[in-house]
């Protein structure tokens, strides 16, 4: 995980188990509340986490990857709440694929 101090990075190394994953899950949720980011393993990859609504977050993400401004972040919606916070205009159909799908594996 990364936490940003002043133009200093911060990387910690946390190795995760079953007694320590609530802790290292409230340490990762408070970095990015605070607009850090986070590392993670998926099941094929690792991805770089933040809050994708904090402008200087994402901007650190882009920084990251050295990704150009053209080529969109994939942003991870909780529930429908938090979409129609994101978007407008939803067409039905998507809410169907959201009823069929979320929450994903």
């Known amino acids: 995980m990364q936490a940003e101090k002043g133009n200093q990075v911060k990387t910690r ?3 995760v188990s079953e007694e320590n994953f609530d802790a290292i899950l409230d340490e990762a949720a408070a970095i990015i509340r605070r607009g850090g980011t986070v590392a993670f393993p998926t099941e094929t990859v690792y991805g770089l986490g933040a809050d994708g609504l904090n402008p200087d977050a994402v901007r650190k993400i882009f920084e990251a ?5 053209g080529n969109p972040l994939s942003l991870l919606v909780h529930s429908r709440e938090d979409l129609g916070k994101i978007a407008k205009n939803i067409p039905e159909k998507a809410f ?9 594996p």
Do not use: H, I, V, Y
Not at 65 to 69: A, D, G, L, T
Not at 96 to 104: E, H, K, N, Q, T
């Open 65 to 69: 990857k050295e990704r150009p401004p």
């Open 96 to 104: 169907r694929l959201m009823d069929a799908f979320w929450p994903g």
């Open 13 to 15: 190394l946390f190795r």
